[in-house]
């Protein structure tokens, strides 16, 4: 019975892209790096990755869209951070903007790993940022990467 499981190894010739908010700039920007560390040290070349910037969370599943289209990369990594305030807004673009990613990679197949944080106050934004809680980052682009080894083995074994 065959059995797959995907790693960290990108495929030669691979692309990447990160897409990030510019919204809450100091968070969005340390997981940025975090995602950029981690594909370099799991040997993705710094020419194979695209960054593109966005204003917020809503804009998100739009660009991952426009992307997935143009069928040029292996994997997405949407990184972004949305804080509760006093109204219900964060709802609203927390939720959508996470549907939007889901429906994204499922209507074209493309892995797309979601770093995009839904905190209640910032401190908890910072823990996730490279704090305590590690960086959301680095763990969104090995996730990436994983899904889209693992995809690229599923594609050869059914053809």
């Given at each position: 019975m065959?059995?797959?499981?995907?790693?960290?190894r990108p495929h030669p010739g691979a692309r990447y892209a990160i897409i990030a908010t510019r919204w809450n700039p100091r968070i969005v920007d340390a997981l940025?790096?975090?995602?950029?560390?981690?594909?370099?040290?799991?040997?993705?070349?710094?020419?194979?990755?695209?960054i593109i910037r966005v204003p917020g969370a809503w804009e998100l599943p739009m660009i991952a869209a426009a992307l997935a289209r143009s069928d040029k990369y292996s994997?997405?990594?949407?990184?972004?951070?949305?804080?509760?305030?006093?109204?219900r807004?964060?709802?609203?673009?927390?939720?959508?903007?996470?549907?939007?990613?889901?429906?994204?990679?499922?209507?074209?197949?493309?892995?797309?790993?979601?770093?995009?944080?839904?905190?209640?106050e910032h401190a908890h934004a910072e823990a996730r940022a490279g704090g305590a809680h590690g960086n959301k980052g680095e763990e969104a682009a090995m996730a990436a990467l994983e899904m889209a080894n693992l995809q690229r083995q599923l594609n050869e074994a059914n053809r």
């Open positions: 065959p059995s797959y499981q995907g790693d960290l940025v790096a975090g995602a950029q560390r981690s594909l370099a040290e799991y040997g993705v070349a710094a020419e194979r990755i695209d994997a997405l990594v949407a990184l972004g951070c949305v804080v509760r305030g006093e109204t807004h964060y709802e609203h673009v927390a939720d959508e903007c996470a549907r939007g990613l889901m429906r994204v990679a499922l209507d074209h197949g493309l892995p797309i790993a979601n770093g995009v944080l839904a905190v209640e």
